[in-house]
């Protein structure tokens, strides 16, 4: 695939239909313009949730490969080993597959500068809702929505560009920018730093959050859902367990069925999983060029269609057949029902950011959701030897999913540990949707990606020999210790704020 450039003028898309109409640009957001009303504050919190999928422009270009979203699900799956690369291409998205990172390359460079932008803006939403006397529900659930998104990005910078925390809470974690005041030249804080002020934004948020403006706006149980998967992250595993059951137990939420699972990420706005997704609307469905969707499926126009859920993943699903999930990983079949191959591999493609509204390149991202809520619950219960409770939340899961005959039912399989069955759990049922990464390397594991692909490291298309493979390549395992495993701080801020130290 060619790399594409595009310079367009973009009208600030809205987040649903109807719900903005004239929305002042996030570049010019200042506490003067948002004229201190309530009408003002919301329509500039909206601006900043569309900053999670516009094309914003950048270093001077408007490019559709630059999404908030795309860079978030790329740069993290594509680094795992549920993706396989089909082949070479000269979109940065290459460097999470081979994970030969440079501070150069525009993905990470993007998501950096568009996860900082959202930051800054919800900054000056909170200042300016200073500024309100007697505020309401409605305002506080506005600033409450502001520390939510705050938390939420610099969490996922936090996973992008520093260690896990359980591997060195003292180690250099990312910048935090709590104020629109912040110099611009600042140092990184400490990882635990990092993790202290996502958790105190996330709890502030979740007590001014008490008049929910929908799945698509962030909530009280988003910031409970946040909490809970920090405090996994964290390995705080009371913490963990005891936010997960806040959400679980507020009665908003429930399991999809297995009836309901095949199209629930196509209807994720009405899904009764949904915590808080991105919504979008046919406004943004931006086809082929720059959706979601467009590297992992193609109907044979709708996308790219380069990258397949791997072999891994597959040999991982394979002792139920019956399983639900195996409906969102779709065989590419010729006129005769033969599996295709590309390039020697064979082609599954993934369809969890397709078919909303029939689309093949629209969906509403789903950022949280019920499912995630008992697996971080018994991940932090086999963590505490609480075998039980895990295995019956993974259960669950489970018995939602089509396997009613071949639950746990409380055993642990012979060969297994209860955290193996659980992340284990974890891979499939969140496969896709940015978790497998930090998944492992937080619980100290290796990435085994010894299959057939072009992640492999050293390989060029002239290497390739289709009558061997996939037997002729070297392993690629990665350690978690491994520096590859994160990204390095971007070219742009190391080179404007001396007081950012590079990662090795």
Partial sequence: MRTRFFIIILALPLLITGCLKDVTPSDSLTTGTLTNTIQGLKNALNGAYSLFKDHVEFNG??????????????MSDFASDDIVCGQTTTDPLYYS???????????????????????????????????????????????????????????????????????????????????????????????SEVYASIIADAEKGADLMTASRGVQYASQEAAWALLSRVFLYKGDNDSTIYFSDKVINSGKFSIAT????????????????TILCVAFTTVDDYGKEGSIASMIYSDGNSGWGEEFASASLRDTMSEHQEDIRWSYIVPARDADSNLQKKNGIEMYYITKFSFQGGSPTLSSPIMFR??????NKAE??????????????????????????????????????????????????????????????????????TYWGYHLPGLKESDIDLSTQPANYNNEIINWDNNRIIYYIPIDEVQTNKLCQQNP
Avoid at 62 to 73: E, G, V
């Fill in 61 to 74: 270009t408007t490019d559709l490969n630059n999404m908030y979203l795309r860079q978030y699900f790329q």
């Fill in 97 to 191: 597959f081979s994970l030969n990172h440079t501070p150069t390359q525009t993905n990470s460079r993007y998501f950096w500068y568009i996860s900082y932008k959202i930051i800054n803006d919800v900054n000056t939403v909170i200042e300016a809702a200073q500024t309100i006397s007697n505020p309401d529900a409605s305002v506080q659930q506005l600033i409450g929505e502001c520390y939510f998104l705050r938390a939420f990005c610099h969490f996922n910078l936090a996973r992008f560009y520093a260690r896990p925390y359980t591997q060195d809470p003292n180690g250099n974690g990312i910048i935090l920018r709590t104020s629109t005041s912040d110099p611009s030249s600042k140092a990184r804080s400490t990882i």
């Fill in 258 to 273: 297995a009836a309901n699972y095949p199209t629930m990420f196509a209807n994720a706005a009405t899904s009764t999983e």
């Fill in 370 to 375: 019920i499912s995630e809520m008992y697996l």
């Fill in 380 to 449: 932090a219960e086999a963590k505490k030897g609480d075998i039980t409770a895990a295995l019956n939340d993974v259960d669950m899961i489970r018995k939602n999913r089509g396997l009613d005959s071949s639950l746990y039912k409380g055993k642990v399989p012979a060969d297994k540990t209860a955290l193996e069955v659980v992340l284990k759990e974890r891979r499939i049922e969140l496969a896709f949707e940015g978790h497998r990464t930090f998944d492992v390397y937080r619980n100290k594991l290796s990435m085994n990606r």
